[in-house]
């Protein structure tokens, strides 16, 4: 019988799904790099990109880089319109072979930290059976073989490793809600109930875990005002939001839940954050509830302001005129 290692001495490797590579800006949002600065903290941390995620991240890596060039021309080509200019908003020269490789050039910092562990046999067969077996990641009618292949890589780092998998993937979760942790059968896992993989739903959950030392109590910024800095910014999710476009919703501001992860620069801070929102609160005749705008941002203490500022998503809670309340999760995907 073999001896089971204790997880605390086994070297840390990070694994992030294609997702939360997607919600990161390729690790350049604030929470991104503020990972990238913690691997360099520490060279004893891995991140592990395995063969079946670095073939996924690389389709949507290209199509990120097209995603991103086309709305620059857009941009452009309305300019021209609006100032009846056709040189008036100037000539792009950027190519996505360039956003491609300055998106992968991130790495260049860690490179010799980043592990790219090959698929074998055994993997293939074992996510072949999960497959079959319509068991989590996979479901009734729901074949997800990336996501086993990947799942299976997981646990073959955790022989070597303690890993932590982080992906908003629902499928991995029980009922495909987060809020309800990792599905019966992924949980049930050697590795997993040993400590040697954990699950999280995001890198803001994961980072204080396997790198404590940059985790940073809200009391310890209660002072710099930094929930009222937010909750201005990102209130300008709804001028950029289709729904509320057509709602021209009346918005009062709840609250603002930050987390705070320390960065290379002692007053500066990444930030995640939730601002919760009442909408038509009072007003009869439209459609009343929540939103709920998700992002990032970095916040210098010192000079008390924010900026590299990310609006993620708007969770919409709102009365339906047929009674009952309806929810909408809207994906915005802008940068200011």
């Known amino acids: 019988m073999s001896e089971v290692r204790d997880p605390a001495s086994l070297p840390i490797c990070v694994v992030l799904d294609c997702n939360e590579w997607i919600r990161l800006k390729w690790l350049g949002s604030a929470v991104g790099l503020t990972f990238i600065s913690a691997m360099q903290s520490d060279p004893t941390i891995s991140m592990a990109i395995p063969e079946v995620l670095e073939s996924e991240l690389n389709k949507h890596r290209a199509e990120t880089a097209r995603a991103l060039l086309d709305r620059l021309h857009n941009v452009i080509d309305e300019i021209n319109v609006v100032g009846g200019d056709i040189t008036l908003g100037g000539v792009i020269t950027t190519t996505e072979e360039e956003i491609d490789v300055a998106i992968r050039e991130r790495l260049s910092a860690i490179r010799k930290q980043v592990l790219y562990p090959e698929m074998d046999v055994g993997e293939t067969r074992r996510a072949l059976q999960r497959v079959n077996a319509e068991t989590a990641p996979n479901g009734h009618k729901n074949q997800q073989m990336k996501d086993s292949l990947l799942w299976e890589a997981c646990l073959s780092l955790s022989a070597v490793y ?3 998998f982080v992906t908003g993937d629902t499928g991995f979760y029980t009922n495909r809600d987060i809020r309800k942790g990792l599905a019966a059968n992924l949980a049930a896992e050697t590795p997993v109930q040993e400590g040697r993989l954990r699950v999280f739903s995001s890198l803001e959950e994961a980072v204080p875990a396997f790198a404590p030392k940059i985790a940073v109590d809200r009391g310890e910024l209660a002072s710099v005002g930094g929930r009222d800095l937010i909750a201005a910014r990102a209130q300008e999710a709804f001028r950029r ?7 021209h ?6 609250g603002v839940v930050p987390q705070y992860l320390r960065t290379e620069v002692p007053h500066v801070f990444a930030v995640s954050f939730s601002a919760f929102f009442l909408i038509n609160n009072g007003i009869e005749d439209r459609p009343h509830g929540d939103a709920v705008v998700v992002g990032q941002c970095r916040l210098d203490a010192r000079e ?17 005129p047929g009674g009952g309340m309806g929810k909408v999760r809207e994906v915005l995907d802008v940068a200011l």
């Open 249 to 254: 919703p009346a918005i009062a501001l709840r």
């Open 241 to 247: 939001s289709p729904v509320a476009t057509d709602l």
């Open 304 to 320: 008390a302001s924010i900026d590299a500022v990310t609006l993620e998503v708007i969770h919409w809670t709102l009365s339906n």
């Open 162 to 164: 303690r890993v932590f």
